[in-house]
């Protein structure tokens, strides 16, 4: 599964202003709502809950909120580049500057989980992450997340 399945061009917020983890997952909730023609607020309410879990914080700056709806039929991603670190109870207790959400199916059982260890794969690479940082615009910003690793390698 590569990360261009799950994203598209218009699924990557170059500058998402949000001051909370809250707030971030508001915004991000009206734009998958937009891309997916789910309800906003079903989409916030599947982060939240997933949220009450533990934090979906990572680390290294990094969070991917996930969740699953039985409204969707296929795996949906969106990627956001914060202008400011934000506060997200992540599990290394450092703010959070670059998110991927991930909303699948009900029945997308191990799709779903490939999708969210091929999202760790990639952002755990602290090269690409460091290009993620220093990009603000969306074209670019989605040229590296999906550059296949064999060209990121060369």
Request: hydrophobic share 45%; charged share 25%; glycine share 8%.
């Amino acid at each position: 599964m590569d990360i261009a399945d799950l994203i598209s061009p218009a699924a990557v917020i170059p500058n998402l202003r949000a001051t909370s983890k809250k707030q971030a997952l508001q915004d991000l909730a009206k734009k998958a709502a937009e891309l997916t023609g789910l309800h906003e607020r079903a989409v916030f309410d599947v982060l939240l809950e997933r949220e009450r879990l533990g934090t979906t914080g990572v680390g290294n700056g990094i969070a991917i909120p996930h969740g699953k709806l039985s409204s969707l039929t296929k795996l949906h991603g969106l990627f956001a580049r914060l202008e400011r670190p934000i506060n997200f109870e992540s599990i290394d207790e450092q703010p959070v500057d670059l998110i991927f959400l991930l909303l699948a199916p009900e029945s997308a059982g191990a799709d779903h989980l490939k999708a969210l260890a091929r999202v760790s794969r990639l952002l755990r690479d602290k090269g690409v992450c460091e290009k993620l940082r220093g990009t603000d615009k969306a074209e670019g910003l989605y040229a590296l997340l999906t550059e296949s690793p064999a060209s990121r390698a060369a």
